[in-house]
């Protein structure tokens, strides 16, 4: 008998800690990042992912910088409607234009699942560069703008139909896909125990 579907996928510490030591080499080797910017509680995984990039690529400077953008999670002055419609900015980069022009930025998510955060970061981004450029000369500009590169790392991808897109050509890794499910991370546990317990389950039943 079949075992029945997972809808909830639990993920352990060292599952995230190892799809991103699979991911990091390639990377590396496809954009070597100056600058990581973690949304929200990428914060995580892209602390991790240094470790790995600094080892592999000898940049003992690169440094982490996050925002913070909620969709689902309620914030300060959310309405209802605005929760899962909205992505609404809690925390952003002071100078953040100046901060990003002339890098490789890899901005780093947990999750990709409508992609509607991921978009609007991507999108508020370019207009902070784009705001310090207008600042610059336009010989200064153009050799900037050519140098400035935004790319995406995620640590699960749900391969399902997304609600917003990413500008084309956008440099994208993602640690695993899978189908349409509830990931739960072990940073939102009070007991981290029993969930490395339900997450060996999860993968076990998944693979069956």
Request: net charge negative.
């Amino acid at each position: 008998m079949a075992a029945a579907p997972v809808k909830h996928f639990r993920v352990s510490y060292n599952d995230i800690h190892n799809l991103i030591r699979k991911a990091t080499p390639t990377i590396a080797k496809e954009f070597n990042p100056d600058l990581l910017v973690a949304i929200g509680i990428g914060f995580f995984p892209a602390r991790v992912m240094r470790t790995f990039l600094r080892e592999l690529t000898d940049n003992k400077s690169l440094t982490i910088q996050a925002i913070g953008l909620s969709l689902y999670e309620p914030a300060p002055g959310m309405s209802e409607e605005q929760i899962g419609n909205e992505v609404v900015r809690t925390q952003w980069l002071s100078d953040a234009g100046k901060k990003l022009v002339g890098k490789r930025v890899l901005v780093v998510d947990e999750v990709d699942d409508t992609r509607k955060t991921l978009s609007y970061a991507l999108s508020e981004l370019q207009k902070d560069i784009d705001a310090e450029l207008a600042t610059r000369s336009p010989e200064e500009a153009a050799k900037l703008r050519a140098e400035t590169k935004l790319s995406i790392f995620v640590v699960h991808n749900k391969d399902k139909p997304k609600l917003a897109q990413l500008p084309e050509g956008t440099p994208y890794w993602a640690g695993e896909t899978l189908g349409d499910l509830w990931l739960d991370y072990p940073w939102e546990q009070t007991d981290i125990e029993e969930h490395d317990k339900a997450a060996a389950a999860d993968k076990k039943a998944l693979k069956q």
